[in-house]
């Protein structure tokens, strides 16, 4: 793959590489670098997705993939009877788009307490992490859960 990468930001250089680690297309869609977000790959078959989100809940949050794109939203409400003296959390709403290579989905099995179970994405300590794994290829619209 050969990519010009002059004046490409930092995130958009995570992005990159993880493309060029794949062997596969994975490419950032939209420009935006909000909120925070690293792009880890775990191994050859597993890339991991970890987005910032503090002060979100799972109620706030949307995991889609549409035509191979992943798409991966916030949005909430400003509670108005609120007086911040000081205000550094930002809130606002955002919207990410990843374009996934046609064998990879959202998803990983993981063994838990004796069962196998498939987890898409999980909201930790601010942090919403989504694996993706290498799987065969399938085009469909999909929904994920967050636990």
Known sequence: MNRRINNTSPFEMLDLLAT??????????SGYNYPPHNVVQISDDHIQIQISVAGFKKSDLSIKEVDSVLIVSGSKKEASEITYLFKGLASRSFELKWKLPADMEVGITELVNGELVKKSASLDD????????????????????IT
């Open 126 to 145: 601010g942090i919403l992490t989504i694996d993706l794994v290498r799987v065969e290829n399938s085009n469909k619209v999909k929904s994920y859960d």
């Open 20 to 29: 060029s680690m794949m062997g596969t297309e994975f490419i950032k869609v």
